[in-house]
């Protein structure tokens, strides 16, 4: 169906009018940048992420064009030219002085051709962010470059080739969804990469068990609030270039998974990750899901991250009870004493990770529960809710003097499904975090309104 250009005018307008109405990163999880599910069984784990299959076709706003391109070669007839058009408002304060505040307005344009001589396909992607209203005594947002500044970039140019059916080879730069280094998509702009990746699926027709695999090496790096390409190792924060190399697997069999990838950075760090996921019903009246994740953090070589060695660890539990659209989730993860988590090149994958919180300081552990529900089933389509409490604490001499947090969530999205409107997703939400650290109170309040809106060219 057409889109007509009004009805998205309209539509960006109101978004608009809806946003008009602290210093350090947020915290918050990979599985945060997403909407929120409806059922268990759509709750990925962080490595099935890595092999989910793209999104269902956009809204096209001149559909005659494809129609059009169905006799020339598949290159250009299966080709996608896809626009997104965000606006994101951030207002970030704390008790001790800090704000951050911002509202940003930009997308991407993203371009992905079908396959020449069903052996090799191209895409690209231009990303911008420019300020709409930005104090200068309130940078910190991560939605501008430093300084409140905008900035625009080419943040994927790629080749991909197929070895087979099932697997293929990506070269160039281009967007990775895997625990530790993924697109972090929850500000303007993603992370985008430069490296390679071999992928590929064995099994899993007929619903049979599937074994899938990733291997690459990355080198470089644009953080998502960035317009040039950096070494993975400064974007960690060591003086020195160097890239990561990767390699992962998965395998699922009905509705069980379990999945691990290992990250190594010469002379910087080693990430092991291992994550394992069931899900089942009771008695047709509830779906439960249970998941489990750890992960192994050390310094390797000559230790240059921050001069000298450091291993620490993480395990996490969760497990979630849905029914017509309502999803109880709890869950539970314990840091090692030994040094503060990274997670230089991703969103934070830990199951307690927060808007405000990550969790990850040294010896900590967390508690989380969280209601969501999905409004569909009372006629409010396309509109979804969620709470969430957490706390953490430590004792562990290396995370300083004793320290508990407390974190509040409230989240509110709007996805409309049916035309023109299908490409709109409205999103509010809110942290409320208290911190007590020896004695010292500091609360933080960090609240978003976020506004976008996805077609297709043709």
Same mark, same amino acid.
């Given at each position: 169906?057409?889109?007509?250009?009004?009805?998205?005018?309209?539509?960006?307008?109101?978004?608009?009018?809806?946003?008009?109405?602290?210093?350090?990163?947020?915290?918050?999880?990979?599985?945060?940048?997403?909407?929120?599910?409806?059922?268990?069984?759509?709750?990925?784990?962080?490595?099935?992420?890595?092999?989910?299959?793209?999104?269902?076709?956009?809204?096209?706003?001149?559909?005659?064009?494809?129609?059009?391109?169905?006799?020339?070669?598949?290159?250009?007839?299966?080709?996608?030219?896809?626009?997104?058009?965000?606006?994101?408002?951030?207002?970030?304060?704390?008790?001790?002085?800090?704000?951050?505040?911002?509202?940003?307005?930009?997308?991407?344009?993203?371009?992905?051709?079908?396959?020449?001589?069903?052996?090799?396909?191209?895409?690209?992607?231009?990303?911008?962010?420019?300020?709409?209203?930005?104090?200068?005594?309130?940078?910190?947002?991560?939605?501008?470059?430093?300084?409140?500044?905008?900035?625009?970039?080419?943040?994927?140019?790629?080749?991909?080739?197929?070895?087979?059916?099932?697997?293929?080879?990506?070269?160039?730069?281009?967007?990775?969804?895997?625990?530790?280094?993924?697109?972090?998509?929850?500000?303007?702009?993603?992370?985008?990469?430069?490296?390679?990746?071999?992928?590929?699926?064995?099994?899993?027709?007929?619903?049979?068990?599937?074994?899938?695999?990733?291997?690459?090496?990355?080198?470089?790096?644009?953080?998502?609030?960035?317009?040039?390409?950096?070494?993975?190792?400064?974007? *960690?924060? =060591?003086?020195?270039? !160097? &890239?990561?190399?990767? +390699?992962? $697997?998965?395998?699922?069999?009905?509705?069980?998974?379990?999945?691990?990838?290992?990250?190594?950075?010469?002379?910087?760090?080693?990430?092991?990750?291992?994550?394992?996921?069931?899900?089942?019903?009771?008695?047709?009246?509830?779906?439960?899901?249970?998941?489990?994740?750890?992960?192994?953090?050390?310094?390797?070589?000559?230790?240059?991250?921050?001069?000298?060695?450091?291993?620490?660890?993480?395990?996490?539990?969760?497990?979630?009870?849905?029914?017509?659209?309502?999803?109880?989730?709890?869950?539970?993860?314990?840091?090692?004493?030994?040094?503060?988590?990274?997670?230089?090149?991703?969103?934070?994958?830990?199951?307690?990770?927060?808007?405000?919180?990550?969790?990850?300081?040294?010896?900590?552990?967390?508690?989380?529960?969280?209601?969501?529900?999905?409004?569909?089933?009372?006629?409010?389509?396309?509109?979804? *809710?969620? =709470?969430?409490?957490? !706390? &953490?604490?430590?004792? +562990?001499? $290396?995370?300083?003097?004793?320290?508990?947090?407390?974190?509040?969530?409230?989240?509110?999205?709007?996805?409309?499904?049916?035309?023109?409107?299908?490409?709109?997703?409205?999103?509010?939400?809110?942290?409320?975090?208290?911190?007590?650290?020896?004695?010292?109170?500091?609360?933080?309040?960090?609240?978003?309104?976020?506004?976008?809106?996805?077609?297709?060219?043709?």
């Amino acid at each position: 169906m057409t889109i007509r250009p009004v009805s998205v005018a309209i539509a960006l307008a109101g978004a608009m009018a809806m946003l008009s109405a602290g210093q350090s990163r947020a915290q918050e999880s990979i599985e945060q940048e997403e909407a929120t599910p409806s059922s268990v069984h759509q709750s990925l784990n962080e490595i099935e992420r890595i092999f989910r299959p793209p999104p269902p076709p956009r809204i096209a706003l001149f559909p005659q064009l494809r129609e059009q391109l169905k006799y020339a070669p598949p290159f250009f007839r299966d080709s996608q030219l896809d626009v997104n058009l965000r606006s994101y408002y951030r207002n970030k304060t704390s008790s001790v002085g800090d704000k951050s505040e911002a509202w940003a307005g930009g997308g991407s344009v993203t371009f992905r051709s079908g396959w020449l001589l069903d052996f090799m396909s191209m895409g690209t992607a231009f990303y911008t962010s420019q300020p709409l209203y930005a104090p200068k005594d309130r940078d910190g947002t991560d939605l501008l470059k430093p300084g409140q500044q905008g900035y625009s970039a080419l943040g994927q140019l790629y080749a991909r080739f197929k070895v087979t059916e099932a697997n293929y080879l990506t070269v160039g730069r281009y967007i990775l969804d895997t625990p530790y280094i993924s697109r972090d998509d929850g500000k303007m702009s993603p992370n985008t990469f430069q490296g390679y990746v071999l992928q590929g699926t064995a099994g899993g027709g007929d619903n049979q068990a599937a074994f899938r695999y990733g291997a690459g090496y990355i080198d470089k790096i644009k953080e998502k609030n960035s317009d040039a390409f950096v070494s993975m190792s400064q974007s *960690a924060g =060591a003086n020195v270039d !160097r &890239g990561v190399a990767a +390699a992962g $697997a998965l395998y699922t069999a009905g509705q069980f998974s379990f999945g691990a990838i290992d990250y190594y950075s010469s002379d910087i760090i080693n990430i092991a990750y291992g994550e394992t996921k069931y899900t089942t019903g009771i008695a047709g009246w509830f779906d439960v899901l249970f998941g489990a994740q750890y992960v192994d953090q050390r310094s390797v070589g000559a230790d240059l991250l921050n001069g000298s060695g450091f291993s620490t660890n993480e395990f996490g539990a969760r497990a979630e009870l849905g029914r017509e659209g309502a999803i109880l989730t709890f869950a539970y993860s314990k840091a090692g004493a030994g040094a503060k988590l990274q997670n230089p090149w991703s969103g934070n994958p830990f199951y307690t990770s927060t808007i405000v919180a990550g969790f990850k300081n040294a010896g900590e552990q967390a508690l989380v529960a969280k209601l969501s529900y999905d409004f569909t089933g009372v006629g409010l389509e396309g509109v979804t *809710a969620y =709470a969430l409490y957490a !706390r &953490g604490w430590t004792n +562990a001499i $290396a995370a300083g003097a004793p320290l508990t947090e407390d974190e509040f969530d409230i989240d509110l999205q709007w996805r409309p499904r049916s035309e023109p409107l299908g490409g709109l997703w409205l999103r509010s939400r809110c942290g409320f975090s208290k911190v007590d650290q020896g004695g010292t109170l500091n609360h933080l309040r960090d609240c978003r309104l976020i506004a976008n809106y996805d077609f297709s060219i043709y």
